[in-house]
Nanobody, 116 residues
Framework: QVQLVESGGGSVQSGASLTLSCTAP????????VAWFRQPQGKEREFVAGVSWSGGATDYADSVKGRFTASRENAKNTAYLQMNSLKPEDTAVYYCNAHRWNADYWGQGAQVTVSS
């Protein structure tokens, strides 16, 4: 059973920073693009950020551009989401996703709560 293990969530004040990590010890990580999604309570899951297999290309939702940075270290089978200047509207469960043409895996989710 392939697992993506997330860590780094928590409760912070508005303006603070958090870094989420997503580790995939059983995958050939470099074969997968990685994306981050979030799901606020009672709402649909939404795309947050993505990073290409090499880490050379990234993409962000408009709501997080300039505040969040997605990156990865393939040698460590780990992807990161650096979140700065957090806002209460960033409160959600954050999920990492590893995707290639024939496989799609999800992390268990990490709660991020931002209070004003």
């Amino acid at each position: 059973q392939v697992q993506l293990v997330e860590s780094g969530g928590g409760s912070v004040q508005s303006g603070a920073s958090l870094t989420l990590s997503c580790t995939a010890p059983s995958l050939t990580f470099s074969e997968f693009t990685v994306a981050w999604f979030r799901q606020p309570q009672g709402k649909e899951r939404e795309f947050v950020a993505g990073v290409s297999w090499s880490g050379g290309a990234t993409d962000y939702a408009d709501s997080v551009k300039g505040r969040f940075t997605a990156s990865r270290e393939n040698a460590k089978n780990t992807a990161y989401l650096q979140m700065n200047s957090l806002k209460p509207e960033d409160t959600a469960v954050y999920y990492c996703n590893a995707h290639r043409w024939n496989a799609d895996y999800w992390g268990q989710g990490a709660q991020v709560t931002v209070s004003s």
